[in-house]
């Protein structure tokens, strides 16, 4: 078969090769221009101006002392070139970058590209002593620094559950579809996500109830009793004594899930409360900032330990870290600085 844009002959930005070379050397000796000779390889006419000036040597004829291109001298030099093409090996140059990563990772649970975006927005080391959050990856791969994937907790998590289509769907009240769309953009502030993270699947362990703002990304968590209304009613109401008089301000709308621990949520909404809408049942993405906010919890508590084992100071601990981490989609601030530039505003009215 026979195609009219048959063009395998020649592909661009590709080097010379030793034919071409040898090519050039020789049509140089029968006095062709560089630029007949371009037109001969089809070739840019500077690719084999610069050949010609890289492979040409100072050579004596008759005591004289001439210029000529030898295929093997441009070759030459190529090679040599070559060997220094290509990413430079950083890892000592960046030394006490990365060891600083090391330890914010070790001891403090950040992630690779947090330690970078943080140490870059705060202007901790030089550019020149700073590599990627991609290289960082690679050096962690090839065994080069003292952590290992295994101390990257995210990064080793898989997604074993199967989607499934369930009956009998429970629904709470105002759906997330009736929600207003300048919600979803996140330029306002005050507007939560909340939902309850299990430990044990005993009827006689506590539950942990998490709220987020979804500007912010704010998180509040509180150690409750039991994955019951009341006790959630109950955690709500401590949320509204740490704002006081200006809750409604900060809680403009709650969304969440249609679990039966949520059946009274919508309480809320008398004397001018915080709207609460629910998400459509078996759809957790549409609380995503929530459930990000869960898995945090994961890297402190495993799924299958029992809440009330770990005091309410250990609960705390996990609330201020993941306030206080620095957030790549926040410009690396972290929440707590967001919220608190929020609150001044809100409080100073």
Not at 93 to 114: G, H, L, P, R, T
Not at 252 to 278: R, V
Request: charged fraction near 30%; hydrophobic fraction near 30%.
């Amino acid at each position: 078969m026979d195609y009219t844009n048959y063009n395998t002959d020649f592909r661009k930005h590709k080097h010379l090769n030793d034919f071409e070379r040898h090519s050039i050397q020789i049509r140089l000796t029968e006095g062709w221009s560089p630029y007949k000779i371009a037109k001969s390889l089809d070739r840019a006419q500077n690719t084999i101006l610069n050949e010609i000036r890289k492979g040409t040597v100072s050579q004596l004829k008759h005591g004289k002392k001439i210029e000529l291109y030898f295929s093997d001298a441009g070759k030459s030099i190529y090679e040599k070139n070559r060997r220094n093409c290509g990413p430079k090996f950083r890892r000592l140059i960046c030394s006490d970058f990365i060891d600083y990563v090391c330890e914010k990772i070790k001891n403090d649970s950040w992630s690779v590209d947090a330690c970078v975006g943080e140490a870059k927005l705060n202007s901790k080391f030089h550019r020149s002593k700073m590599v990627c959050t991609k290289t960082l990856y690679n050096y962690i791969d090839l065994g080069l620094l003292t952590l290992k994937n295994i101390d990257l907790p995210m990064k080793l998590r898989l997604s074993t559950k199967k989607k499934r289509v369930r009956a009998n769907k429970r629904n709470l009240g105002r759906s997330i579809s009736e929600r207003p769309e300048h919600i979803a953009n996140r330029e306002e502030f005050g507007h939560w996500e909340i939902d309850t993270v299990i430990g044990s699947k005993t009827n006689d362990d506590d539950v942990l109830l998490t709220i987020a703002e979804r500007k912010t990304r704010k998180f509040i968590i509180f150690k409750i009793p039991s994955k019951t209304s009341t006790s959630v009613n109950s955690g709500i109401h401590n949320i509204k004594l740490m704002f006081g008089e200006k809750f409604n301000d900060v809680f403009k709308t709650i969304t969440s899930d249609n679990g039966q621990e949520f059946s009274a949520l919508s309480n809320l909404e008398e004397n001018n409360g915080p709207k609460i809408y629910f998400t459509h049942p078996y759809s957790s993405f549409e609380r995503g900032t929530n459930e990000r906010h869960n898995g945090l919890i994961r890297r402190f508590i495993q799924k299958g330990e029992r809440i009330d084992s770990f005091s309410t100071n250990y609960i705390e601990f996990i609330e201020d870290w993941s306030n206080s981490l620095p957030r790549k989609i926040l410009g690396y601030k972290s929440p707590d600085e967001l919220f608190e530039d929020h609150l001044d505003i809100i409080y100073a009215v």
